[in-house]
């Protein structure tokens, strides 16, 4: 966290693009804005769903900061429409702070999650760890003919769309920033689906054997490990 500045700093300076704040309180709206902006981030908001969507129309975010509870609609519900189509950085934050929420909100694609009321330098530090997080991943990973691009959250073999779901792409893009490498089964299941994982859950196996499919011809394959992980490696 930048403690001593009101101004941005070298990383922001260089940073081109906004961060989308949803949410229709308007004190929580202004604190985070003009703590954002103190910082150096360029800022758009949207007190709506329908004002959201037609922001994003106009030119996509660097992350997006959503409250769950929304006046026309679930934040859940548009983040996983979301999900379908982009794979922007999202930090929910809401006064619905529950496990069982988090790990809903989780599995619907956030990559975070925030419960009112909070202090703002944590929800600063949030923002910044997201944004580090996604500059890490390139803009598209090229493997042969396999082709991912995490801004859209696709994955293109032989320049067709392999129509992943949302668990395949995000399983994908692991096994792709990660080749040869043996990734555990609680690792890859964490990452995918936000929680530990429990032994009688079969999703992670089921969801491999279904990219597995998909991966045919692409010259790569999925190979499971006796130490209980997976291997992405050329056939």
Do not use: C
């Not at 709506?48 to 106009?58: F, I, P, T």
């Not at 801004?151 to 994908?172: C, I, N, P, R, T």
């Amino acid at each position: 966290m930048k403690n001593n500045s009101t101004g941005p700093s070298a990383d922001t300076e260089l940073r081109i693009g906004y961060l989308l704040l949803v949410e229709d309180e308007p004190q929580v709206q202004e604190n985070n804005r003009k703590l954002l902006q103190r910082h150096g981030y360029s800022i758009k908001q949207a007190y709506s769903l329908k004002q959201a969507r037609e922001v994003m129309a106009l030119e996509p975010p660097l992350a997006v900061v959503l409250d769950i509870q929304l006046p026309d609609g679930s934040g859940i519900d548009f983040l996983r429409d979301l999900r379908r189509t982009s794979n922007v950085p999202v930090l929910l934050l809401t006064a619905m702070g529950t496990p069982q929420d988090i790990i809903r909100g989780l599995e619907a694609g956030g990559d975070d999650y925030l419960a009112k009321p909070y202090d703002l330098s944590v929800f600063l530090m949030r923002v910044e760890a997201l944004l580090r997080r996604a500059a890490i991943v390139p803009d598209t990973i090229a493997l042969g003919p396999l082709k991912l691009d995490p801004a859209s959250g696709k994955a293109f073999l032989a320049g067709k769309d392999m129509v992943l779901s949302q668990k395949e792409y995000a399983l994908l893009l692991q096994f792709a920033q990660h080749p040869g490498k043996m990734l555990g089964a609680g690792y890859l299941y964490e990452k995918v689906w936000g929680r530990k994982l429990i032994d009688e859950d079969n999703s992670l196996k089921v969801a491999i054997s279904k990219l597995r499919t998909k991966l045919i011809g692409s010259g790569y394959t999925i190979t499971a490990s006796r130490r209980e992980g997976y291997y992405f490696e050329k056939l």
